[in-house]
T-cell receptor, first 112, second 111 residues
């Protein structure tokens, strides 16, 4: 079946270092969404990418959607302790865009 | 504008008991979903709805029922609780092709 894979599963960084998480889909996606979940919290929508090769920035966060619309990345520049959490990507199931296929997430820990 | 409201926040059930997890949104979103989140399993879709009166199954629907009588409310019913249903449950809603707004979750323990 359709799958979305994220790597790495865990990442520990020193505050100020950069961080990147990658999302790879087994099928072409119409769009990809990114969410952040703080420990003990709920997922919070960050952004949606729709176009092939699209790049969007939110302050220190840079999101990219691959040319083939099968992969995506989230890059955080100069991490801060407020970046701690799990980052999920999700894409619509082929043929039913109301069902999202979720990656298992990348958990980010930041040492101050 | 409260967003997505879930109640209760915590619940302990005995095996075999039934209960309803409440979810309400005040954003006039037509799409609503229920997920469960377990360690190492990510978010798994239980049931979803594309509008009042319309519901469908997700990937893990067994043991759960839903109904959508109004746009605002989307309750999740556990018919006969089992320890395997111990999890964190999230309700989420959206409109059109936008990202989902999640509730704060219900942490359920079945003993």
């Amino acid at each position: 079946g359709q799958q979305v894979m994220q790597i790495p599963q865990y990442q520990h960084v020193q505050e100020g270092e950069d961080f990147t998480t990658y999302c790879n889909s087994s099928t072409t996606l119409s769009n990809i969404q990114w969410y952040k979940q703080r420990p003990g919290g709920h997922p919070v929508f960050l952004i949606q990418l729709v176009k092939s090769g699209e790049v969007k920035k939110q302050k220190r966060l840079t999101f990219q959607f691959g040319e083939a619309k099968k992969n995506s990345s989230l890059h955080i520049t100069a991490t801060q302790t407020t970046d701690v959490g799990t980052y999920f990507c999700a894409g619509p199931q082929a043929g039913n865009n109301r069902k999202l296929i979720w990656g298992l997430g990348t958990s980010l820990a930041v040492n101050p | 504008n409260a967003g997505v409201t879930q109640t209760p926040k915590f619940q302990v059930l005995k095996t075999g008991q039934s209960m309803t997890l409440q979810c309400a949104q005040d954003m006039n979103h037509e799409y609503m979903s229920w997920y469960r989140q377990d360690p190492g399993m990510g978010l798994r879709l239980i049931h979803y709805s594309v509008g009042a009166g319309i519901t469908d199954q997700g990937e893990v629907p067994n043991g759960y029922n839903v109904s959508r009588s109004t746009t605002e409310d989307f309750p999740l019913r556990l018919l006969s609780a089992a320890p395997s249903q111990t999890s964190v449950y999230f309700c989420a809603s959206t409109r059109g092709q936008y990202g989902y707004t999640f509730g704060s979750g219900t942490r359920l323990t079945v003993v």
